[in-house]
């Protein structure tokens, strides 16, 4: 009895050493990417999935059809005022044609999507004619090789080739195949030069269109399930083996078999593949690249068939994990020519698993508080709670070491360091520095050490060991054993609680304290104090106490806090802060590391920051990229200065779940496997619609993808192009540059994760807009896509209006030259005008100096001679002396002429002109002080009327002015000089004399103060144009 109880003692012992040491045969991890309402999606049903040759993703759902392009969706519904949207919301089905458009099956009736106009045709006739059909489709098929497969109801199956041209006519109704009952095609799938045809009543049909005749025909599924069935797919594998599900049961016919398998449990047991129920409910099946059956099934998730291995996994949803499939009802799955795989959900939405990319690999391993890697490549993990765990990264094999297996001196571990020697070392929080040689675990407690709280372990170049305490300052454990203390008090050590220690390039040890940072030079035992000035971006204080300080490759210094992360530049003096609101995963910094490409990965309390570093003009960029539990890193949080860079390159991160393993390459790794797409165009922030008319005109006539080309007016110059790529990856990371070409040569780039290009205050003009994709190492791809863009100009600024305004210049120069010619002319005639008046003026003021003396010269002579000539009485002297008489004469009128011969002429014009006051014989009532002169100067006149021989000297005398000044006022005034003034009111008081008197001439001459009565004919003619004897008998009186 003792010994069947030590027997059974010693067999529980050894079982459970070979399950601590045997290898756990693991699932495969799979991360799968979500996509639900929350991110835009329409319906959380996805009934269909198709991606499109531009690299669309268009997901049929229970509401509507959604287009994602790896950024955004955009959703389609139908309406009843639209006549170009879905006929309803619920989509069945999405096929893509030869020519783009998209064929979508809504129930029992079809609509066509353009791409280039995104509206939805619900005419199929054109298409209907090609084939040779009447337009009464029942069902619409698109091959692999995107020929047409199209049955009308209660018609045969048509067969078009749009490139051959080549139709086929198939009978697959009443009777046909010796089947009875009405049938119809319910799914096809393609198999070398055959399409394989599924019937609603179970036959299984080949047919080579191109041949125009039926291969074989299979009633296997009727005979099994004899009822119709409108579910049934047909799906052929690699191998060319038949796959059919249909109403939650899978038949498979295997060629190697030449059999028909009835459930896919049996199948899989032939093929010697267990953990199959016999009761799943299967929807659909789709082989991925690697050659593994994908199983959807309802309420049992994912099952995946790995033939190699003989394996069936299956991966369900779990609440707690966002990278797990996010639904366990499956409805279809979908395989795009890209190897990516898309599984749509009954209530997740949809799911996308991108194979061959394995980025990250979660371990459930408890909570990990540090991690190191020893000599053969194993994972040496210091928990929370349960001690050291060594994982074998290639065999997944754990080993757990404890206080209570192994003696250990705490089980919390917070640090650990493989030495050069393979010497594993852990320090611990209360149970000091743990030392792991030749497979023993030796403790060095407090008293030996400063404290037994053990924060950090490094290696210098000269194989000391250097720790850092909680409370003890740094410690240098030398190769003989020998302990050196560097605290406060004897080193000035900024701080005694140290929280991280780094060795540099150079061999410095870089100490994070609670009070900033210190630098160890461990040749010379130098201790030098550092400390970060503010944030001179934001003026932000640096926190003292840091979580992790990192000097990188480049000679920056990252100080971790809770805070951020703070960089220093040593070269420049530049302190950054990265927080969150930089775009850093958070603000509560955990860890810092450099990978093998000098990349920093930031581990923040519940998300990883990648980090690349470009310089400058001197200044340092940080292009963030962030990932967290959708990328498929653990949900968090995360533990302070967990962190650590293996041989192979890989970063190990520890966190409250376990550890992330991280492939820097990969998950940091954009690479450029496809080509940008313009996805969509925004117009001050609204999405702008194809075909439809804005502000009176279309801006998008075609989809922006398809044209190239949109043409704007001048004040819609605030708009925004969505970029895309045809990866059509979920959550898609990667950036984008641009250049616009008329604008500026420089090339700019959008945000990770966020692909618009905007623009404000364009002005108008033609621009090109040219676009890269741009990989992680910030090289720009070789394909590109182009933008045309036009600006047009405002009303006034058209080639039109320019026209305009150069005839209304021109035609404004024409009138500008004319008036100034006019005026120029005007100016020269004026010009000359008052010329000929000055002349004049200088001709009438000799002639008025000198005319009175003349004319009393003249008088006089006339006097004698009329004298001499009164008394003569020979006739032969009377004669001489009227020939004297006459020459006389002669000349005084050749004298008088001297006067501009156009004066007679011009006299009363100018007097019209500048006779401001005439004088006048009648009453008037004084108004003016110049009138007052020249009433004055005619009252004088009238007054010696009679005497003939009153002069200007005599009228200035009389009015007591100087003959100058009166000479002056009165022919500025009457425009006249005194003499011409003079004579005029004697001629008009003559006038007078001439209409209302019996006097002859002579005594009128006399009268009025003429001496001589031919000077008074003479003027008389010169004033009223006759003689006064004329003029009398020209107004009706009778002469004396």
Same mark, same amino acid.
């Given at each position: 009895?003792?010994?069947?109880?030590?027997?059974?003692?010693?067999?529980?012992?050894?079982?459970l050493?070979?399950?601590?040491?045997?290898?756990?045969?693991?699932?495969?991890?799979?991360?799968?990417?979500?996509?639900?309402?929350?991110?835009?999606?329409?319906?959380?049903?996805?009934?269909?999935?198709?991606?499109?040759?531009?690299?669309?993703?268009?997901?049929?759902?229970?509401?509507?059809?959604?287009?994602?392009?790896?950024?955004?969706?955009?959703?389609?519904?139908?309406?009843?005022? *639209?006549?170009?949207?879905?006929?309803?919301?619920h989509?069945?089905?999405?096929?893509?044609?030869i020519?783009?458009?998209?064929?979508?099956?809504?129930?029992? %009736?079809?609509?066509?999507?353009?791409?280039?106009?995104?509206r939805?045709?619900?005419d199929?006739?054109?298409?209907?004619?090609?084939?040779?059909?009447?337009?009464?489709?029942?069902?619409?098929?698109?091959?692999?090789?995107?020929?047409?497969?199209?049955?009308?109801?209660?018609?045969?199956?048509?067969?078009y080739?749009?490139?051959?041209?080549?139709k086929?006519?198939?009978?697959?109704i009443?009777?046909?195949?010796?089947?009875?009952?009405?049938?119809?095609?319910?799914?096809?799938? =393609?198999?070398?030069?055959s399409?394989?045809v599924?019937?609603?009543?179970?036959?299984?049909?080949?047919?080579?269109?191109?041949?125009?005749?039926?291969?074989?025909?299979?009633?296997?599924?009727?005979?099994?399930?004899?009822?119709?069935?409108?579910?049934?797919?047909?799906?052929?594998?690699r191998?060319?083996?038949?796959?059919?599900?249909?109403?939650?049961?899978?038949?498979?016919?295997?060629?190697?078999?030449? /059999?028909?398998?009835?459930?896919?449990?049996?199948y899989?047991?032939?093929?010697?593949?267990?953990?199959?129920?016999?009761?799943?409910?299967?929807?659909?099946?789709q082989?991925?690249?690697?050659?593994?059956?994908?199983?959807?099934?309802?309420h049992s998730?994912?099952?995946?068939?790995?033939?190699?291995?003989?394996?069936?996994?299956?991966?369900?949803?779990?609440?707690?994990?966002?990278?797990?499939v996010?639904?366990?009802? @499956?409805?279809?799955?979908?395989?795009?020519?890209d190897?990516?795989?898309?599984?749509?959900?009954?209530?997740?939405?949809?799911?996308?698993?991108?194979?061959?990319?394995?980025n990250?690999?979660?371990?459930?391993l408890?909570?990990?508080n540090?991690?190191?890697?020893?000599?053969?490549?194993?994972?040496?993990?210091?928990?929370?709670?349960?001690?050291?765990?060594?994982?074998?990264?290639?065999?997944?094999?754990?080993?757990?070491f404890?206080?209570?297996?192994?003696?250990?001196?705490?089980?919390?571990?917070?640090?650990?360091?493989?030495?050069?020697?393979?010497?594993?070392?852990f320090?611990?929080?209360?149970?000091?520095?743990?030392?792991?040689?030749?497979?023993?675990?030796?403790?060095?407690?407090?008293?030996?050490?400063?404290?037994?709280n053990?924060?950090?372990?490094?290696?210098?170049?000269?194989?000391?060991?250097?720790?850092?305490?909680?409370?003890?300052?740094?410690?240098?454990?030398?190769?003989?054993?020998?302990? =050196?203390?560097?605290?406060?008090?004897?080193?000035?050590?900024?701080?005694?609680?140290?929280?991280?220690?780094?060795i540099?390039?150079?061999?410095?040890?870089?100490?994070?304290?609670?009070?900033?940072?210190?630098?160890?030079?461990?040749?010379?035992?130098?201790?030098?104090?550092?400390?970060?000035?503010?944030?001179?971006?934001?003026?932000?204080?640096?926190?003292?106490?840091?979580?992790?300080?990192?000097?990188?490759?480049?000679? @920056?210094?990252?100080?971790?806090?809770?805070?951020?992360?703070?960089?220093?530049?040593?070269?420049?003096?530049?302190?950054?802060?990265?927080?969150?609101? =930089?775009?850093?995963?958070g603000?509560?910094?955990?860890?810092?590391?450099?990978?093998s $490409?000098?990349?920093?990965?930031?581990?923040?309390?519940?998300?990883?920051?990648?980090?690349?570093?470009?310089?400058?003009?001197g200044? +340092?960029?940080?292009?963030? $990229?962030?990932?967290?539990?959708?990328d498929?890193?653990?949900?968090?949080?995360?533990?302070?200065r967990?962190?650590?860079?293996?041989?192979?390159?890989?970063?190990?991160?520890?966190?409250?779940?376990?550890?992330?393993?991280?492939?820097?390459? /990969?998950?940091?790794?954009?690479?450029?496997v496809?080509?940008?797409?313009?996805?969509?165009?925004?117009?001050?922030?609204?999405?702008?619609?194809?075909?439809k008319k804005?502000?009176?005109?279309?801006?998008?006539?075609?989809?922006?993808?398809?044209?190239?080309?949109?043409?704007?007016?001048?004040?819609?110059?605030?708009?925004?192009?969505?970029?895309?790529?045809?990866?059509?990856?979920?959550k898609?990371?990667?950036q984008?540059?641009?250049?616009?070409?008329?604008f500026?040569?420089?090339?700019?780039?959008?945000?990770?994760?966020?692909?618009?290009?905007?623009?404000?205050?364009?002005? =108008?003009?033609?621009?090109?807009?040219?676009v890269?994709? &741009?990989?992680? /190492?910030?090289?720009?791809?070789?394909?590109?896509?182009?933008?045309?863009?036009?600006?047009?100009?405002?009303? +006034?600024?058209? +080639? +039109?209006?320019?026209?305009?305004?150069?005839?209304?210049?021109?035609?404004?120069?024409?009138?500008?030259?004319?008036?100034?010619?006019?005026?120029?002319?005007?100016?020269?005639?004026?010009?000359?005008?008052?010329?000929?008046?000055?002349?004049?003026?200088?001709?009438?003021?000799?002639?008025?100096?000198?005319? *009175?003396?003349?004319?009393?010269?003249?008088?006089?002579?006339?006097?004698? @001679?009329?004298?001499?000539?009164?008394?003569?009485?020979?006739?032969?002297?009377?004669?001489?002396?009227?020939?004297?008489?006459?020459?006389?004469?002669?000349?005084?009128?050749?004298?008088?002429?001297?006067?501009?011969?156009?004066?007679?002429?011009?006299?009363?014009?100018?007097r019209?002109?500048?006779?401001?006051?005439?004088?006048?014989?009648?009453?008037?009532?004084?108004?003016?002080?110049?009138?007052? &002169?020249?009433?004055?100067a005619?009252?004088?006149?009238? *007054?010696?009327?009679?005497?003939?021989?009153?002069?200007?000297?005599?009228?200035?005398?009389?009015?007591?002015?100087?003959?100058?000044?009166?000479?002056?006022?009165?022919?500025?005034?009457?425009?006249?000089?005194?003499?011409?003034?003079?004579?005029?009111?004697?001629?008009r008081?003559?006038?007078?004399?001439?209409? %209302?008197?019996?006097?002859?001439?002579?005594?009128?001459?006399y009268?009025?103060?003429f001496?001589?009565?031919r000077?008074?004919?003479?003027?008389?003619r010169?004033?009223?144009g006759?003689?006064?004897?004329?003029?009398?008998?020209?107004?009706?009186?009778?002469?004396?």
């Amino acid at each position: 009895m003792k010994y069947w109880k030590i027997t059974r003692l010693t067999v529980a012992l050894v079982a459970l050493i070979m399950m601590a040491l045997t290898a756990v045969a693991e699932t495969p991890q799979i991360k799968f990417q979500r996509l639900d309402t929350r991110d835009g999606l329409s319906n959380s049903q996805v009934n269909c999935i198709l991606k499109d040759s531009k690299g669309f993703v268009w997901l049929g759902t229970k509401y509507g059809l959604s287009r994602y392009d790896g950024y955004r969706f955009r959703v389609f519904h139908s309406s009843t005022k *639209d006549t170009v949207s879905l006929l309803n919301d619920h989509v069945d089905n999405v096929y893509e044609d030869i020519d783009g458009y998209l064929w979508v099956q809504q129930e029992t %009736k079809y609509c066509v999507y353009d791409p280039k106009k995104e509206r939805f045709i619900h005419d199929l006739s054109p298409w209907c004619k090609k084939v040779g059909m009447t337009n009464n489709v029942e069902k619409v098929f698109i091959d692999r090789d995107k020929n047409y497969w199209m049955k009308p109801w209660e018609g045969d199956l048509y067969y078009y080739n749009p490139r051959t041209g080549t139709k086929a006519r198939f009978d697959v109704i009443n009777n046909a195949f010796g089947v009875k009952g009405k049938q119809t095609v319910t799914s096809i799938a =393609s198999y070398g030069r055959s399409t394989l045809v599924m019937t609603n009543c179970g036959v299984l049909m080949s047919l080579i269109g191109e041949e125009k005749r039926v291969s074989w025909v299979s009633k296997h599924i009727k005979k099994v399930q004899p009822h119709e069935a409108v579910s049934r797919r047909i799906y052929v594998d690699r191998k060319g083996n038949y796959w059919v599900t249909s109403e939650g049961r899978c038949y498979v016919y295997d060629h190697r078999y030449k /059999r028909w398998f009835d459930s896919l449990t049996d199948y899989l047991r032939c093929l010697g593949i267990g953990g199959m129920s016999s009761d799943v409910i299967i929807g659909d099946v789709q082989e991925d690249n690697l050659g593994r059956m994908w199983v959807a099934t309802d309420h049992s998730g994912l099952f995946i068939i790995d033939y190699a291995k003989r394996e069936l996994y299956n991966y369900n949803h779990d609440k707690a994990n966002e990278s797990s499939v996010s639904d366990h009802n @499956l409805l279809r799955l979908y395989r795009s020519l890209d190897n990516q795989m898309w599984i749509g959900t009954y209530t997740g939405g949809v799911n996308q698993v991108v194979l061959n990319k394995d980025n990250v690999k979660n371990v459930a391993l408890g909570s990990i508080n540090t991690v190191t890697e020893d000599k053969e490549g194993n994972y040496w993990l210091g928990t929370n709670d349960n001690g050291i765990i060594r994982y074998n990264p290639v065999t997944g094999e754990r080993q757990s070491f404890t206080m209570a297996s192994h003696g250990l001196s705490s089980d919390i571990i917070v640090t650990s360091r493989c030495a050069s020697d393979g010497t594993l070392w852990f320090g611990t929080f209360g149970g000091g520095l743990i030392q792991y040689a030749n497979g023993k675990f030796t403790a060095m407690r407090k008293g030996t050490l400063s404290d037994d709280n053990v924060w950090a372990v490094v290696e210098s170049a000269d194989k000391n060991i250097w720790i850092g305490t909680l409370g003890g300052g740094v410690q240098c454990i030398e190769k003989d054993g020998k302990i =050196s203390t560097y605290n406060q008090t004897n080193s000035h050590l900024s701080s005694n609680y140290v929280s991280s220690m780094q060795i540099t390039p150079e061999g410095w040890i870089v100490v994070g304290t609670s009070n900033n940072y210190s630098l160890i030079d461990p040749k010379k035992r130098k201790v030098v104090n550092m400390k970060l000035d503010q944030d001179a971006t934001r003026s932000s204080v640096v926190a003292s106490a840091c979580t992790q300080v990192l000097m990188d490759s480049r000679g @920056l210094v990252w100080y971790c806090s809770s805070a951020g992360v703070n960089v220093l530049d040593n070269t420049t003096g530049v302190v950054t802060l990265l927080d969150q609101e =930089s775009g850093l995963s958070g603000n509560n910094v955990c860890s810092v590391i450099e990978d093998s $490409r000098h990349n920093i990965w930031v581990v923040t309390e519940y998300g990883i920051s990648y980090i690349q570093l470009t310089i400058s003009n001197g200044e +340092w960029k940080y292009d963030i $990229r962030n990932y967290n539990n959708r990328d498929g890193l653990q949900p968090g949080p995360y533990n302070q200065r967990s962190v650590c860079l293996t041989s192979d390159r890989h970063v190990l991160v520890g966190g409250s779940n376990g550890l992330d393993i991280i492939d820097p390459e /990969r998950l940091g790794s954009q690479k450029i496997v496809g080509y940008p797409v313009f996805s969509g165009f925004l117009l001050y922030g609204q999405q702008i619609e194809v075909g439809k008319k804005y502000d009176g005109h279309v801006i998008l006539p075609e989809a922006i993808n398809e044209s190239r080309r949109v043409e704007l007016k001048h004040n819609e110059n605030q708009f925004t192009i969505q970029m895309a790529s045809d990866q059509g990856l979920i959550k898609n990371r990667s950036q984008y540059v641009y250049r616009l070409d008329g604008f500026s040569d420089k090339w700019m780039k959008t945000e990770a994760g966020n692909p618009n290009i905007s623009f404000t205050g364009l002005s =108008s003009g033609k621009y090109t807009l040219v676009v890269k994709l &741009l990989d992680d /190492r910030n090289q720009m791809g070789v394909d590109e896509s182009r933008l045309e863009i036009v600006v047009r100009p405002p009303f +006034w600024a058209t +080639w +039109w209006a320019y026209i305009i305004y150069a005839i209304v210049v021109a035609m404004l120069v024409r009138m500008w030259h004319h008036r100034e010619t006019k005026k120029l002319r005007l100016e020269k005639l004026k010009m000359e005008k008052e010329e000929e008046m000055r002349k004049r003026r200088e001709a009438k003021t000799a002639y008025d100096n000198i005319s *009175d003396e003349l004319r009393l010269s003249f008088d006089n002579i006339f006097t004698k @001679l009329d004298t001499l000539m009164s008394g003569e009485n020979d006739e032969r002297r009377y004669e001489q002396q009227q020939q004297v008489f006459d020459s006389v004469e002669t000349l005084m009128t050749q004298i008088s002429e001297m006067k501009p011969a156009e004066s007679q002429k011009a006299t009363p014009v100018v007097r019209q002109e500048k006779l401001l006051i005439t004088p006048t014989i009648t009453d008037v009532q004084i108004v003016s002080l110049d009138q007052k &002169l020249v009433d004055a100067a005619t009252k004088y006149v009238e *007054d010696n009327l009679s005497n003939g021989d009153i002069t200007v000297e005599t009228m200035s005398e009389a009015m007591n002015m100087s003959r100058v000044h009166l000479y002056k006022r009165l022919t500025a005034i009457t425009g006249m000089t005194p003499s011409e003034f003079i004579r005029d009111i004697r001629l008009r008081h003559a006038e007078q004399l001439i209409l %209302k008197s019996q006097l002859s001439v002579s005594e009128i001459s006399y009268k009025v103060g003429f001496n001589n009565p031919r000077y008074f004919s003479k003027y008389f003619r010169e004033k009223y144009g006759v003689i006064p004897s004329q003029y009398k008998g020209d107004n009706g009186v009778s002469p004396s």
